[in-house]
């Protein structure tokens, strides 16, 4: 709800395939990353409570790192993955919980989508949970890289279709290139629809 109010101030983002969010099941939520409102965004959009994966230093900025601890997020220490973390997601997700990542490892500097890192291929390969792609655009305009006050703009949310992940108790480095490779061009897609 705090999420919603504050996004009211800036101009609440529109939503498009709000229908593919599981109602009920676990899923992996894997967004591109265009701000650091982008967390708060899909809080208040999702109807689902989210569980992110957030890099440790999103915990120490104002305003931003209470909400998203509030809101549960695990920190990840390191862009090569933090196991602690990966573990607490996996016990997550099987408890019927939704976990968020921007698999970028960050915001983006120039708004241009940046390779994904594959962890949450891996989370989702492990679980054998849909992952949700969503593309999130107008947030940069809103609030730029290196600005803490956000001002008025047009965000929009385009989610889509869950893709279904087989479980696999053996993970080789293809299965996640394959499907990072494939979650990309999809994020991209959906990016092209905003």
Request: glycine residues 10%.
């Amino acid at each position: 709800m705090l999420c919603q109010c504050l996004l009211k101030l800036v101009g609440y983002p529109s939503v498009l395939g709000r229908e593919h969010i599981p109602s009920k099941s676990p899923f992996i939520l894997v967004a591109n990353h265009q701000s650091i409102l982008d967390p708060l965004v899909l809080m208040a959009c999702i109807p689902r409570r989210i569980t992110f994966l957030a890099a440790a230093y999103i915990f120490k900025i104002p305003l931003v790192g209470q909400i998203v601890r509030a809101g549960g997020a695990l920190p990840v220490k390191s862009q090569k993955g933090d196991l602690a973390s990966m573990k607490q997601a996996l016990s997550q997700l099987s408890r019927g919980g939704v976990i968020g990542i921007f698999p970028e490892g960050g915001v983006s500097m120039d708004g241009q989508m940046r390779p994904f890192l594959p962890g949450w291929a891996y989370l989702a390969l492990k679980a054998g949970v849909p992952v949700v792609p969503v593309a999130i655009s107008g947030t940069r305009q809103v609030l730029p890289v290196g600005k803490y006050i956000p001002r008025r703009g047009k965000i929009r949310v385009s989610i889509g279709e869950p893709l279904y992940i087989e479980k696999k108790s053996r993970i080789h480095r293809k299965d996640l290139d394959q499907l990072n490779d494939e979650m990309m061009k999809i994020v991209s897609r959906l990016m092209g629809n905003n």
